[in-house]
Nanobody, 121 residues
C-alpha cells in the first residue's frame, strides 16, 4: 500500500512557475514508477508526466513538453513536477500516482488526493 500526498498548488499568474511535490509513504518508493495527471474544470483527467522507478526515463504530454519537468528523490520518497510558463489552460487539480510500471495512461494503482493549481490571465 502506498499513500500519496500532493502539495505546492496555488494561484499563480500566467507566465509564472510552480513546483508540485508528492510525498509517498512506505519504504518501497523506489519500486514504483510515478506519474502526474490533471483534471481541469469540465474536463477528463489527463496525463501530464511520468518518471521511471530509477528516474532515468521521463515522459511528457505534448501540452507540457518544454514547460514541465518531472523528477524524483528516492531518498526523500518524493516526486516533483516543476511547471514553468504557466497558462490559464493549465488550471486543474493535479494528482500524483504510483504504479509498478511506468505508463502514460491512468492505469496507476495508487492516487493522491490532488492539489489545485489555478493560473490567472
Amino acid at each position: 500500500q502506498v499513500q500519496l500526498v500532493e502539495s505546492g498548488g496555488g494561484l499563480v499568474q500566467a507566465g509564472g512557475s510552480l513546483r508540485l511535490s508528492c510525498a509517498a509513504s512506505g519504504r518501497t518508493f523506489s519500486m514504483y514508477a510515478m506519474g502526474w495527471f490533471r483534471q481541469g474544470p469540465g474536463k477528463e483527467r489527463e496525463f501530464v508526466a511520468a518518471i521511471s522507478r530509477s528516474g532515468t526515463n521521463t515522459y511528457y504530454a505534448d501540452s507540457v513538453k518544454g514547460r514541465g519537468t518531472i523528477s524524483r528523490d528516492n531518498d526523500k520518497n518524493t516526486v516533483y513536477l516543476q511547471m514553468n510558463s504557466l497558462k490559464p489552460e493549465d488550471t486543474a487539480v493535479y494528482y500524483c500516482a504510483a504504479s509498478r510500471f511506468v505508463a502514460t495512461t491512468d492505469s496507476y494503482d495508487y492516487w493522491g488526493q490532488g492539489t489545485q493549481v489555478t493560473v490567472s490571465s
